[in-house]
């Protein structure tokens, strides 16, 4: 068993492999975080009764 550069491929394909499921880990952090906003927008507005442009810009733009 060899050491020293020919296994730094090896190391190589593991921080990729590591970093690729991290970046996947945290995309499905964001979907969800991105749906629970959508979801609470919309039972605000069917609470309130204003829109989620209205919500988001505090009625500056033309909303209710």
């Given at each position: 068993?060899?050491?020293?550069?020919g296994?730094?491929?090896?190391?190589?394909?593991a921080?990729?492999?590591?970093q690729?499921?991290?970046?996947?880990?945290?995309?499905r952090?964001?979907?969800?975080?991105?749906?629970?906003?959508?979801?609470?927008?919309?039972?605000?507005?069917?609470?309130?009764?204003?829109?989620?442009?209205?919500?988001?810009?505090?009625?500056?733009?033309g909303?209710n």
């Amino acid at each position: 068993m060899t050491s020293g550069s020919g296994d730094s491929w090896y190391q190589d394909v593991a921080a990729a492999q590591i970093q690729s499921e991290r970046r996947q880990g945290a995309e499905r952090l964001n979907g969800r975080v991105a749906m629970l906003g959508f979801v609470i927008g919309l039972l605000t507005e069917a609470i309130t009764g204003q829109g989620i442009v209205s919500q988001v810009t505090f009625g500056f733009f033309g909303g209710n």
